[in-house]
């Protein structure tokens, strides 16, 4: 599980203890006392104090109805960086402004406008898979999704056909996988920002970020003088972010160009580990692939061979595995927040300092038996109507809650979404004696993923 650069739990004491000074302050040892009560605890992150929130109720007041004291994220990063100014680390008025400008580029509406080009990446992910599928070969399912989701990202957030998924060594394919290397390594870099400011810049450097962003700002810019001086509108965010931009709602093209790029980190890679994950599980579990299958059948009976978005979105297996995917799997494993003001805990003494880290772990809440029985099994029979209504909606939050949850959270469930249906309607996936299982897991990445590739093997079902 991906976690907080070091965590040093400091103290833990029983409900019924009574705390002296039940506050958490940034420094002065007399302060450092907490009641922990099974709802929330203390612990330091180095040398920070910072709080863990578990009680889905708290979690509800953090993310949802005290949201003005927990509106930013305690991510530390560069500011003087022009391609960080963007949604996922701005914090305050800044955060506030762009998130109102570009929520409305996650509408149905435009999400429906989008079916065409995503249904197009799904097919060609499975004529590209057809030869390995007929010889019954072993393949790399993380970078057959991966090069699947490029491609969507590519086209709708950067209006670029990546043609990743027929050429491996496509440009955007390697400049893709370094950009997510460079975030990989930002955890080092954010641990360095945090202790050692200086190292953090000489350490950038020699990551190469410089590199990997130039390229990206420049096929944004590229992209933007081509289409302004030949008056080329399309239905995709780059079009949203460049009339943004002539209405005066963005700064510059830097500003532009950060949305761009992280829409694409943002929006690949944790829609295309949700897919390889969910592979694994299935074929892990026959039976749940099967009525997967029969399902999927059935739909494409209905609309004469073809998907369309209504049919994709109106799968209830579909969505249900998904959901159990998403459960075992949450490719954010918890949700950062700082408090913009002091926060006194409701029902107790505690005072959470301003300006301090409050976490939400989701994968350890979707990992408790309290509300997840057994919960290594993989069962998408959990997310039935029945089963949803007996737990509290807090206990689940792959996309995180509130006002600041994940923006793309329609685009990742409708990609994640065709993307299995299209495979399922050809291929039937088993372990093979390269599948690791259990999976092992990067301890370092951002987005929660497995530290090798998922091998299974593929074959054409007879349908
Ligand atoms: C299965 C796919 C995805 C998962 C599981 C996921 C999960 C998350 C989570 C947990 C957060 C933090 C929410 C919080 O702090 O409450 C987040 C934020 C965000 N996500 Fe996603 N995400 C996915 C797909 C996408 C896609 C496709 C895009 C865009 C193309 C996207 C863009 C963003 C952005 C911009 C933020 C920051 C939002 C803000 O701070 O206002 N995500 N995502």
Not at 401 to 424: D, F, T, Y
Request: charged share 30%; proline share 6%; aromatic share 10%.
């Amino acid at each position: 599980m991906s976690s907080l650069p070091v965590v040093v739990v400091m103290y833990t004491r029983k409900k019924t203890e009574k705390c002296a000074k039940p506050k958490l302050a940034k420094s002065g040892s007399a302060q450092l006392c907490l009641a922990i009560d099974e709802r929330f605890l203390g612990f330091y992150a180095l040398y920070a104090p910072a709080f863990l929130v578990f009680d889905p109720d708290l979690i509800r007041d953090v993310l949802v109805k005290d949201f003005d004291a927990f509106q930013d994220r305690c991510i530390p990063f560069d500011d003087s960086e022009p391609l960080n100014q963007h949604l996922l680390f701005l914090n305050g008025s800044k955060w506030k402004r762009l998130r109102s400008k570009l929520t409305p580029a996650f509408t149905s509406g435009k999400l429906k406008m989008m079916f065409e080009t995503i249904d197009r990446c799904g097919r060609e992910m499975v004529e590209v898979l057809d030869d390995a599928a007929r010889s019954e070969k072993v393949v790399e399912i993380r970078d057959v999704s991966a090069r699947f989701t490029i491609d969507v990202i590519g086209s709708v957030a950067f209006g670029v056909k990546c043609n990743c998924q027929r050429d491996p060594d496509a440009e955007f394919r390697v400049w893709g996988r370094k950009l997510f290397e460079f975030y990989t390594s930002d955890r080092v870099e954010q641990l360095l920002l945090a202790v050692h400011p200086p190292t953090a810049k000489l350490f950038r450097a020699i990551v190469g970020r410089k590199e990997v962003l130039k390229y990206f700002e420049d096929m944004v810019r590229d992209t933007v003088n081509y289409r302004e001086s030949n008056n080329v509108e399309r239905n995709d965010f780059m079009h949203m972010l460049i009339q943004l931009k002539n209405r005066g709602f963005m700064d510059d093209e830097n500003e532009l160009a950060s949305q761009a790029v992280l829409f694409f980190s943002a929006g690949f890679e944790t829609s295309s580990t949700t897919m390889s994950y969910a592979l694994y599980e299935l074929a892990l579990n026959p039976e749940v692939q099967r009525r997967l299958h029969q399902e999927v059948d059935e739909t494409l009976q209905r609309t004469g061979g073809r998907f369309t978005y209504d049919a994709v979105m109106g799968m209830p297996y579909l969505d249900k595995v998904i959901s159990e995917t998403l459960r075992k799997y949450p490719p954010v494993a918890f949700l950062p927040r700082k408090t913009t003001r002091p926060y006194q805990i409701p029902g107790s003494k505690v005072v959470i300092d301003n300006d301090m880290a409050v976490i939400v772990p989701n994968y350890a809440l979707h990992h408790d038996p309290r509300y997840f029985p057994d919960p290594e099994r993989f069962d998408p029979e959990r997310f039935s109507e029945e089963e949803k209504t007996k737990r509290h909606p807090y206990v689940y939050l792959p996309f995180g809650e509130g006002p600041r949850n994940c923006v793309g959270m329609r685009l990742g469930l409708l990609q994640s979404k065709i993307g299995l249906a299209h495979l399922m309607s050809k291929i039937e996936f088993q372990k093979c004696d390269e599948t690791k299982i259990p999976i092992e897991f990067d301890p370092l990445t951002i987005v929660f993923m497995p530290a090798t590739g998922i091998h299974l093997r593929a074959k054409k079902r007879s349908v």
